[in-house]
């Protein structure tokens, strides 16, 4: 009997640590969960002024063209030239960033209501060789 009221006992305590997920036994809590929502851009400072650039440091830019807000208009062979700042199926606005949808159904980064694109012809993070194909094209800035 005293065997089996001490194994009930050790059962228990076991137990009861692990439904407590191990806080008070001397273990850290476990980490929080990473924000899943998270700006796909940032903003640097340069020699011309602050300028918006991806999470590698590429600089990006937006079209004249983009005027509803609601979709790109670089589509087909524009995206060879200029890349669209991809956003995932499950992307949520943030900020003065926002998700639009593409004319082939997938979905990308748009700021303040601009969608964004990167540059082939930038090579290494903060270059700006995009910027001086054609006027149409111009760097993404926050005031813009």
């Not at 079209?63 to 509803?68: A, G, K, N, V």
């Not at 670089?74 to 499950?90: D, M, S």
């Not at 004319?103 to 540059?119: I, N, Q, V």
């Amino acid at each position: 009997m005293f065997r089996f009221v001490l194994a009930i006992a050790v059962i228990a305590l076991s137990a009861g640590h692990a439904l407590a997920n191990g806080h008070g036994g001397g273990e850290a809590p476990p980490p929080p969960k990473p924000d899943a929502t998270t700006a796909p851009a940032r903003v640097i400072l340069t020699k011309q002024g602050p300028k918006l650039v991806d999470l590698k440091g590429m600089t990006l830019y937006t079209y004249e063209r983009d005027t509803t807000g609601k979709t790109s208009n670089c589509n087909g062979k524009c995206t060879e030239n200029w890349v669209p700042l991809a956003a995932t199926a499950e992307a949520k606005p943030i900020g003065d960033f926002t998700v639009i949808n593409r004319e082939d159904g997938s979905k990308m980064w748009a700021y303040r209501y601009r969608p964004l694109y990167t540059s082939p012809a930038d090579k290494a993070p903060g270059d700006a060789n995009g910027n001086a194909t054609t006027l149409q094209w111009r760097i993404a800035r926050p005031d813009n």
